[in-house]
């Protein structure tokens, strides 16, 4: 499935999908251990659920499999802690977040960079982020993957978690 075929699955269930309180993050055909994916990540106010995938899942099962001839897996999914950013509407959602940028060829003899999303030029597919007071623009088509970064020890310093009882398990 190409780019535009996966806008047209986007474009087919996005109604359904917003309608039961979800946004898509994206929609992509990948293939993994000789299978053919078609995965949709959401995203909505809270934490989205294994009963909510579900639930998406059941919504739009048809629709897809009216658009999409060939054997298929249909994966729904939360974005999880650590938002991959896989496209312009999604690096204008993050702006101002930490995030990890690799490239495919190095930009001041670095290919990876952990920054906060400065802004998003979405004419012309640029974004610039803040790494070490210093502000780096990079396109995105030289981007080979990006996620918003998650600090899980000052997650665990500002909950109640005794590590002791994690330990147990």
Known sequence: MSLKEEKLVEEEIKEKVNNL???????????????????IVLDKDGIVSIDDCELVSRTIEDDI?????????????????????????LYQKYTGKEIFVKLFKKIDGKKEFIGILESVDEENSIISI???????????????SAHTTFDFDSSIKQSKVNLNELKKF
């Not at 309180?21 to 995965?39: A, M, P």
Request: hydrophobic share 35%; charged share 35%.
């Open 21 to 39: 309180g979800f946004e898509i993050e994206y929609v992509e055909d990948i293939i993994e251990g000789g299978k053919n994916i078609i995965r």
């Open 65 to 89: 499999d009216k658009l999409i001839k060939k054997e298929y897996v249909l994966e729904v999914s939360s974005p999880g802690l650590e938002r991959q950013l896989k496209n312009i509407r």
């Open 130 to 144: 803040k790494v070490d007071g210093k502000v780096i623009n990079i396109n995105v088509a030289e981007i080979s």
